[in-house]
């Protein structure tokens, strides 16, 4: 089995890009990585000293590793050429799979009301894929842009087959989700402030193209404090605290803050909620857990890369989660360098306790 995926346990922004960037090094040359979903969304990696954007590109790129969009990705050519030239993304680094669905201009008109009824991005990817499910003959594919776009044409190639090629010569493909969990279209208990597909690791397996008897890892990404996006119209945020709160429980020496990558707006924080992540374990199955924020905990564990050096409030954190949730923790992100991680042991899951645990909280 050759298949990692990354899913998100809460609302996004749960640091997926930072996880997938760091597995595909640990993997090494022989590792691609497919990049699931739309412009709706961005994933961020701090690494060489410079802070990576990315819209649309796989967040393996930032170590020169293979990068695809998946049959199912929704391209907007404005962002996706801005990247490739801004990180100067080769052919021979990604490959676009020519029947993903292009973002038009009444795309996005069509999902203007989406942005102040349930804070959307406004970018056009629920009404692409929404126009591509519903078969409209005027449906504009990556192959049928390529006439206009000679730029594009090198980076087009059937994405099913040459990550299937590269699995039977050895590779592992890790495949980076999008969003999170709480904000599946059919799974999240908040709906209709969704986005605008299912968001589980089920879902982006089926989008890449691949069997799912390939899969073997499931890794999925949480934070300390889960945040959405800015205004009450986007949802419902259990235990809702603002940002001063977060610094003064940390004792960070200066004001810190999120913005969203799309449309850097202030983003809501809560409390941690168990329950949540626990609904997310039962869908999802997850084998390891990476998380997000141990800095918040405490500024102390700012840029700590062992265990021992944790502070303790940080090291009950890592053992509740581990303890109800039946599943190891095996990243704990300490600030948003790369090298701010720290690495535990593996384990095997008692996944058996999932569901049970995930009732006794309703």
Not at 55 to 84: S, T
Not at 123 to 152: I, Q
Not at 189 to 215: C, H, I, Y
Not at 294 to 303: A, M, R
């Amino acid at each position: 089995m050759s298949v990692v995926i990354i899913v998100g346990g809460q609302f996004g922004s749960e640091g997926k890009g930072k996880a997938t960037s760091l597995i595909a090094r640990e993997f090494g040359n022989e590792c691609a990585v497919v990049r699931c979903g739309g412009p709706n969304s961005g994933h961020i990696v701090h690494e060489h000293g410079r802070q990576f954007c990315f819209q649309l590109l796989p967040a393996g790129i930032v170590y020169g590793r293979r990068g695809f969009l998946a049959p199912a990705a929704v391209v907007d050519l404005e962002v996706l050429r801005v990247e490739l030239r801004e990180y100067e993304v080769s052919p021979d680094l990604l490959t676009v799979d020519p029947f993903s669905v292009v973002i038009n201009r009444q795309h996005k008109q069509d999902e203007r009301t989406l942005c102040t009824a349930i804070s959307s991005t406004g970018s056009g990817t629920g009404a692409a894929t929404a126009a591509k499910v519903m078969r409209r003959t005027d449906t504009v594919l990556v192959k049928d842009v390529l006439t206009d776009n000679p730029w594009l044409a090198p980076y087009v190639k059937d994405v099913r087959a040459e990550m299937n090629k590269l699995i039977d010569q050895g590779f592992r493909i890790i495949v980076e989700g999008t969003q999170g969990f709480g904000l599946s279209l059919h799974h999240s208990r908040r709906f209709p402030q969704t986005t605008s597909k299912d968001t589980s690791a089920a879902q982006f397996v089926m989008e890449a193209g691949l069997s799912p008897m390939l899969v073997d890892e499931i890794i999925m990404v949480i934070r300390t404090f889960p945040i959405r996006v800015a205004g009450a119209q986007s949802g419902r945020l259990q235990d809702e605290i603002s940002w001063d709160d977060v610094r003064q429980e940390s004792g960070y020496p200066y004001e810190i803050s999120e913005h969203t990558t799309v449309t850097q707006r202030v983003r809501r924080v809560g409390r941690f909620d168990l329950s949540l992540v626990l609904d997310a374990c039962q869908v999802n199955r997850p084998t390891k857990i990476a998380i997000h924020g141990l800095d918040y905990l405490s500024y102390t564990n700012l840029g700590v890369t062992n265990y021992s050096s944790l502070s303790q409030n940080a090291k009950d954190f890592l053992r509740m989660v581990t303890d109800a949730t039946g599943v190891p923790v095996a990243y704990a992100f300490t600030g948003k360098e790369n090298s701010a991680v720290v690495r535990l042991s593996d384990a095997t899951p008692p996944l058996a306790r999932v569901s049970q645990l995930v009732q006794a909280t309703k």
